[in-house]
Nanobody, 117 residues
């Protein structure tokens, strides 16, 4: 199963980007799909996750600025990022979990987001 992210890039502070992640598997739905990020020298952290039941979870640092959404049937997840800050700069990774078993997890290769003037 492959996850492919797109939508990263360079944006000025206060700007917006929309990340997309599409999975190669569409016969079965992930229990959870989400976005993580990793800045240089830091650990990978959860940004936002959504489940097939529609629940969502956000990191405190992005609440009110980022919105996660999902197309369950297509195993596609989006991250709308508004009011971007320089500290949002990181590689953003898509993750899908619970596809064939409770403990499985799949990661994309990542997409770079840079926030700079």
């Amino acid at each position: 199963v492959q996850l492919v992210e797109s939508g990263g890039g360079l944006v000025q502070p206060g700007g917006s980007l929309r990340l997309s992640c599409v999975a190669s598997e569409s016969r079965f739905s992930f229990v959870g799909m989400g976005w993580y990020r990793q800045a240089p020298g830091k650990q990978r952290e959860l940004v936002a996750e959504t489940t097939s039941s529609g629940s969502t979870n956000y990191a405190d640092s992005v609440k009110g600025r980022f919105t996660i959404s999902r197309e369950n049937a297509e195993n596609t997840v989006y991250l709308q990022m508004n009011s971007l800050k320089p500290e949002d700069k990181a590689v953003y990774y898509c993750k899908g979990r619970g596809l064939f078993s409770t403990g499985d997890a799949y990661w994309g290769q990542g997409t770079q987001v840079t926030v700079s003037s």
